[in-house]
């Protein structure tokens, strides 16, 4: 079991690497959930709508991957993407350590750690690198994070093209 589970890891990041989506999504389980600093918790729908989101509004993109560790119930693993913020236009490097709890072959748990003071530091710039370390700021990029999802899923549920459109 750990190996299969280190290989669901890795199919989940090449994925990611290839910014498909679908194959992400597919490495889920119907009731997963995710967290990390920039969008609180998803669950289900909203965890695999937030990668397609984000795969679709990638701008030079590129991902790596490493350290990937799993047993018979979970795994790790650290990544580290680089893309351009498109509020912005800033470049931003963000490092990832990531957890998972795996059931019957399917990620049910995802928790993404970064520093969200760097983050916001390489997205928003001066204003990132004062504030960034605050409850007000990490606030603001939840809010502005979530509601970028559900414009998203608006679009999408309308028949957009997979949320294109709602790109800010």
Same mark, same amino acid.
């Given at each position: 079991?750990?190996?299969?589970n280190a290989?669901?890891?890795?199919?989940?990041?090449?994925a %990611?690497?290839?910014l498909?989506?679908e194959?992400?999504a @597919?490495?889920y #389980?119907?009731? !997963?959930?995710?967290?990390d600093?920039?969008?609180?918790?998803?669950?289900?729908?909203?965890?695999?709508d937030?990668w397609?989101m984000?795969t679709?509004?990638a701008?030079s993109f590129?991902?790596?991957?490493?350290?990937v560790?799993?047993?018979a119930?979970?795994g790790?693993?650290?990544?580290v993407a680089?893309?351009? %913020?498109?509020q912005?236009?800033r470049?931003?490097?963000? @490092?990832?350590? #990531?957890?998972? !709890?795996?059931?019957?072959?399917?990620i049910?748990?995802?928790?993404?750690?970064?520093d969200m003071?760097?983050?916001?530091?390489q997205?928003?710039?001066?204003k990132g690198?004062l504030l960034?370390?605050?409850p007000?700021?990490?606030?603001?990029?939840?809010?502005?994070?979530?509601?970028g999802?559900?414009?998203?899923q608006?679009?999408r549920?309308?028949?957009?093209q997979?949320g294109?459109?709602a790109?800010?």
């Amino acid at each position: 079991m750990p190996t299969e589970n280190a290989q669901l890891i890795t199919r989940f990041y090449e994925a %990611f690497q290839r910014l498909d989506a679908e194959e992400m999504a @597919r490495c889920y #389980a119907p009731d !997963v959930r995710f967290s990390d600093p920039a969008f609180g918790e998803l669950n289900g729908e909203d965890a695999r709508d937030m990668w397609r989101m984000l795969t679709t509004r990638a701008r030079s993109f590129s991902l790596t991957f490493s350290d990937v560790h799993a047993d018979a119930s979970s795994g790790s693993a650290n990544w580290v993407a680089s893309y351009l %913020f498109p509020q912005t236009g800033r470049t931003v490097v963000n @490092r990832i350590h #990531a957890s998972f !709890v795996i059931r019957d072959g399917l990620i049910v748990e995802h928790q993404d750690h970064f520093d969200m003071w760097r983050w916001a530091t390489q997205a928003l710039g001066f204003k990132g690198m004062l504030l960034g370390w605050t409850p007000l700021l990490k606030n603001a990029v939840r809010k502005q994070a979530r509601s970028g999802l559900r414009q998203f899923q608006t679009v999408r549920a309308s028949g957009g093209q997979h949320g294109v459109e709602a790109r800010s």
